[in-house]
């Protein structure tokens, strides 16, 4: 059994190594905290204090194992050159014949993103962008670390949430702002979601894989907001703008990250597929009960067969796009302004919150506002019409 070296035990390392522990595997924490090390170490990890920026930091945490999984989880140290500490760390880990070595880098590499777009790995990167250029120059040493033989898998990383850390603790403590009224796009993950898919990395990930990781509802700004507000009954947050006079501009990182890739190689369900079911969660565990905020039943219209679908929405204003699913495939709608769909042929289970629903043809189904995932029976493809009106 391969041990796993857990290189920077900061938020996700830790859950990582208790989640490891907690299944039995054989694991190394590597941290320059020695109070929070030693913690790890009475939970059952080998505990190895070191300080990344020391020239044979790695190779000493290393020296001792072979064919161990290192995580590679610090953050760009300020000082070195771009890429210098993950070199030290893919040397290292190639000299101890590391069986896999995982990076986990940032979807900031994409750069600002002002229109929505929805990026994935083969999206282009922005070589220019201030806050993008440690994550590349760290992805290039990977690369580097691939050419001379190490298995090595980047993670690019939208921004993490879970127990402790994320808007929550932000709105709670009264911080959190949302730009120009919430229009733009986020993704986000909970921190136990990144936890399960870097161990699906080790189990079924290709040689030198590159995945995106973000949940399955991007949204805008302003729905998390309001969701979680009205969830903890707390005040929501203001406005402020991207751009105002005399002030300098802020960032905009207005863009959805798709995980198409990562599920279906990696084959991952995940734990938490929207914010609400990882806010939920984080009540749990925290011990905690934010207001319920409970979803409307949804709303089945039987309209049969009509010849004009559409027209019974009673949208002023529509759009309508044709989806096609084969038998057993699934769709995450989004409701964007209001959003009807329409079946007309085949079968679907629709999942509402905790229940499902079945629809059969000639179904008009409002979709709620978080949304609706829907699948085609196994047995026959499913034709459906998604109906649009923008707010």
């Known amino acids: 059994m391969s041990t796993w070296v857990i290189l920077g035990c900061g938020y996700i390392g830790t859950r990582l190594v208790r989640a490891l522990l907690a299944d039995g595997e054989p694991v190394l924490a590597c941290g320059r905290n020695k109070e929070h090390i030693a913690e790890l170490e009475r939970a059952g990890a080998d505990a190895y204090f070191f300080d990344a920026a020391r020239s044979r930091a790695f190779t000493y945490a290393m020296s001792s194992l072979r064919s161990p999984i290192a995580v590679y989880l610090l953050p760009p140290l300020p000082g070195f050159p771009g890429g210098e500490i993950v070199s030290r760390a893919t040397a290292a880990a190639l000299a101890s014949g590391a069986n896999r070595f995982i990076y986990l880098s940032s979807t900031a590499v994409y750069g600002e993103g002002r229109d929505g777009e929805t990026v994935d790995e083969e999206s282009q990167i922005a070589l220019s962008d201030p806050d993008a250029r440690p994550y590349l120059s760290a992805e290039g040493a990977i690369e580097n670390a691939r050419a001379n033989g190490l298995d090595a898998v980047i993670l690019r990383l939208s921004p993490v949430y879970g127990p402790n850390r994320g808007v929550r603790e932000r709105l709670l403590g009264g911080t959190y702002r949302i730009l120009d009224q919430g229009q733009h796009v986020y993704s986000r993950i909970h921190v136990d979601d990144v936890v399960g898919i870097i161990r699906a990395v080790v189990a079924r990930a290709p040689v030198n894989a590159t995945y995106c990781l973000a949940d399955d509802r991007p949204c805008p700004q302003k729905e998390y907001a309001e969701w979680l507000s009205e969830h ?3 005040k929501p947050p203001t406005s402020v703008p991207s751009l105002a006079p005399g002030m300098p501009r802020r960032r905009v990182r207005n ?41 409307p039943p949804l709303v ?49 289970v629709a999942s509402h919150g905790e229940k499902t629903h079945s629809v059969t043809a000639g179904d008009l189904v409002e979709v709620p506002r978080l949304g609706l995932h829907v699948k085609a029976a196994s047995e026959a493809p499913a034709s459906l019409l998604i109906i649009s009106s923008p707010r």
């Open 232 to 234: 903890l009954e707390t």
């Open 300 to 348: 089945i219209h039987k309209l049969g067969e009509p010849d004009k679908p559409a027209q019974k929405t009673g949208f002023r204003r529509l759009t309508v796009m044709r989806t096609e699913l084969s038998p057993g495939s699934e769709e995450r709608i989004s409701s964007a302004g209001e959003t009807m769909l329409y079946l007309a042929s085949g079968e679907l």
């Open 255 to 295: 863009r959805a990250v798709s995980n198409a890739r990562l599920k279906r190689e990696l084959e991952y369900a995940f734990r938490y597929p929207t914010y609400r079911e990882g806010e939920l969660a984080i009540d749990r565990e925290l011990g905690v009960e934010g207001k319920a905020v409970e979803q």
